[in-house]
């Protein structure tokens, strides 16, 4: 079974912290997305990576930058945490099919920002 | 500008019904459409994928329809129970590598 893990459940920062958020997948997926979840918004696409060191802006990449140094570990990064920015931050990792494109998400990170 | 609608209201039924929930696209031409199941706190699990060209997909009391005409995919939960009660996301993607965009869900609630 494919396995996405994410660094923290839940996490508590304040405001102009820096925040790392970490996400690790074990099936050898070419490609990472990072998305935000908010009530009555859906799923937003923050960033996502085909390959390593590759990055792709999604909807709503203000305020937030990745990395990808490793092809498992898929690491999004908010430079200075504001309170817009406390959501469910969920990573999701694809195989490199071009078919389907099927995604498997980790259990999220609740992060609020006070 | 592109969008994904999906009924915002949640859904009540009772046990062994039928829930259908509904997925409308505008703006797009995917080349499949995705269903994919959340329960609180979690990450979203996929379900079942359709592609264009076909325009019924099953998988044991899941059936998915999809209308490129109307925009249109329906997903249907045959003998419903408590345990289906989740949230149901629609999602679509142009295949070859893209992302998908997903709609905002519907939540299904299966009452005793």
């Known amino acids: 079974d494919v396995k996405v893990t994410q660094s923290s459940r839940y996490l508590v920062k304040r405001t102009g912290e820096k925040v790392f958020l970490e996400c690790v997948q074990d099936?050898?997926?070419?490609?990472m997305f990072w998305y935000r979840q908010d009530p009555g918004l859906g799923l937003r696409l923050i960033y996502f990576?085909?390959?390593?060191?590759?990055?792709e802006k999604g909807d709503i990449p203000e305020g937030y930058s990745v990395s990808r140094e490793k092809k498992e570990r898929f690491s999004l990064i908010l430079e200075s945490a504001s309170t817009n920015q406390t959501s469910m931050y969920l990573c999701?990792?694809?195989?490199?099919?071009?078919?389907?494109?099927?995604?498997?998400f980790g259990p999220g990170t609740r992060l609020t920002v006070l | 500008s592109q969008k994904i609608e999906q009924n915002s209201e949640a859904l009540n039924i009772q046990e062994g019904k039928t829930a259908t929930l509904t997925c409308n696209y505008t703006?797009?031409?995917?080349?499949?459409l995705q269903w994919y199941r959340q329960d609180p706190g979690r990450g979203p699990v996929f379900l079942l994928l359709?592609?264009?060209?076909?325009k019924e997909k099953r998988k044991e009391r899941l059936k998915v329809t999809f209308d490129t005409t109307l925009k249109q995919s329906l997903f249907h939960i045959t003998a419903s129970q408590p345990a289906d009660s989740a949230t149901y996301l629609c999602?679509?993607?142009?295949?070859?590598?893209?992302?998908?965009?997903f709609g905002t869900g519907t939540q299904l609630k299966v009452e005793l």
């Open positions: 099936m050898d997926h070419e490609n």
């Open positions: 703006n797009y031409s995917p080349a499949y």
């Open positions: 999602a679509v993607g142009a295949g070859g590598g893209n992302k998908l965009t």
């Open positions: 999701a990792s694809s195989p490199p099919t071009k078919l389907t494109d099927t995604q498997y």
């Open positions: 359709i592609r264009e060209n076909e």
């Open positions: 990576s085909y390959d390593v060191k590759m990055k």
